[in-house]
């Protein structure tokens, strides 16, 4: 199983990216988007479910500000992320969703390198 997760790079507060991350090795049904600033643990940001209907869940941070979706390339998921605050400076990782509280980063594995999101004041 391997996780690529690309798309980072340096934007003005209020600006917006779009990261990605394409999955392979099995066939997946639920993919997440978690972050690491510095000097900080990692955290919950977003996650997809296709097992039966999509669902999505978002940490409040980010709700109403970034977007999860699923490619058409099935294994490929994406995070729209609109008004950027200083504060979404981070590592952001594409990680498999196994099981338990969707918000717990120990419910995830198969972590990907990460991609560097960097926001200006």
């Known amino acids: 199983v391997q996780l690529q997760a690309s798309g980072g790079g340096l934007v003005q507060a209020g600006g917006s990216l779009r990261l990605s991350c394409a999955a392979s090795?099995?066939?997946?049904?639920?993919l997440g988007w978690l972050r690491q600033a510095p000097g900080k643990e990692r955290e919950f940001v977003a996650t997809i479910s296709w097992r039966n209907d999509v669902t999505t869940w978002y940490a409040d941070t980010v709700k109403g500000r970034f977007t999860i979706s699923r490619g058409n390339a099935k294994n490929t998921v994406y995070l729209q992320m609109n008004s950027l605050k200083p504060e979404d400076t981070a590592v952001y990782y594409c990680?498999?969703?196994?099981?338990?509280?969707?918000?717990?980063?120990?419910?995830?594995?198969?972590w990907g390198q990460g991609t560097l999101v960097t926001v200006s004041s």
């Open positions: 090795g099995r066939t997946f049904s639920s």
């Open positions: 990680a498999v969703y196994d099981s338990g509280a969707v918000y717990y980063t120990g419910s995830y594995s198969n």
